[in-house]
């Protein structure tokens, strides 16, 4: 069977990350996709201007509505609220893959996480998941430890699965260079290879981790979900097209 990867996102308005990379992502893979909402980023080319976070109410609702015996794997982005994510850690069955994706700004600029998010996600949600993927913003800020070159991330990545509690992907985008991902399970370490496009696409973070997730949720095992999901993340680089707050990945 197909099974569903469920992902837990907010609507970017200008299309070009959260949900609709999300959403375009699993279409892409021929993966059924059930979508909760759990806020609304008022974006633009300019960066966030506003966020109106889903009531607690909704999105329980929501997460009612999830065929989660067909699912295979949940991944997680913007989520806002501390609250939300309790609510969703509660809904989550046992076992279930989860692979973080810790949105806290806008790469335009403009904050993605109310107070009290960050800690939620060190003490309850990493603890929970299969992997988190970090780029070196997210890194400095939920880790306590950046990561500058390709070899600084090599030497980090292994002691963050200890102190995180979960397998770690540092992401490599925002270094100089053809951007590499190192992945560290435990005391092993893999790298996978990334390209650098002319343009700079938004959401390729969501594209990235939306593919790990639906991966996972037909079985792969990490390290191959991973790889398979740079691939897609490589090809929908080389094919992104103008959106109106920027290029677009296009799996």
């Known amino acids: 069977m197909n099974r569903a990867v469920v992902v837990v996102a907010g609507l970017d308005t200008s299309g070009g990350a959260g949900l609709a990379a999300d959403l375009r992502t699993a279409?892409?893979?021929?993966?059924?996709?059930?979508?909760?909402?759990?806020?609304?980023a008022v974006q633009d080319s300019d960066g966030v201007h506003t966020v109106f976070p889903t009531p607690e109410e909704a999105f329980t609702?929501?997460?009612?509505?999830?065929?989660?015996?067909?699912?295979?794997?949940?991944?997680?982005?913007?989520v806002y609220l501390p609250e939300l994510l309790d609510l969703l850690l509660d809904a989550l069955p046992e076992g279930m893959p989860l692979v973080v994706d810790p949105l806290l700004g806008a790469t335009a600029g403009g904050a993605l996480a109310a107070p009290g998010l960050e800690e939620a996600l060190i003490e309850r949600a990493f603890p929970?998941?299969?992997?988190?993927?970090?780029?070196?913003?997210?890194?400095?800020?939920?880790?306590?430890?950046?990561?500058?070159d390709l070899a600084a991330a090599r030497g980090l990545a292994p002691r963050l699965t200890e102190k995180l509690g979960t397998a770690v992907l540092l992401k490599g985008g925002h270094l100089g260079g053809a951007p590499v991902d190192v992945l560290a399970v435990g005391d092993?370490?893999?790298?996978?290879?990334?390209?650098?496009?002319?343009?700079?696409?938004r959401g390729t973070g969501c594209t990235l981790?939306?593919?790990?997730?639906?991966?996972?949720?037909?079985g792969e095992?990490?390290?191959?979900?991973?790889?398979?999901?740079?691939?897609?993340?490589?090809?929908?680089?080389?094919?992104?097209?103008?959106?109106?707050?920027?290029?677009?990945?296009?799996?």
Do not use: D, I
């Open 61 to 78: 609702a929501q997460l009612g509505a999830v065929p989660w015996k067909k699912t295979g794997a949940c991944k997680l982005g913007m």
């Open 188 to 201: 092993r370490l893999y790298e996978f290879s990334g390209r650098r496009a002319k343009v700079a696409p």
């Open 128 to 148: 929970r998941a299969a992997l988190v993927t970090l780029n070196t913003v997210e890194c400095a800020r939920l880790a306590g430890e950046g990561f500058s």
């Open 209 to 218: 981790s939306t593919a790990v997730a639906a991966h996972l949720a037909q």
């Open 221 to 251: 095992e990490l390290p191959a979900a991973v790889g398979l999901a740079r691939e897609l993340v490589n090809r929908a680089v080389a094919s992104a097209y103008p959106g109106p707050a920027g290029p677009v990945p296009a799996p």
């Open 27 to 40: 279409a892409a893979l021929r993966v059924p996709c059930a979508a909760v909402l759990a806020a609304v």
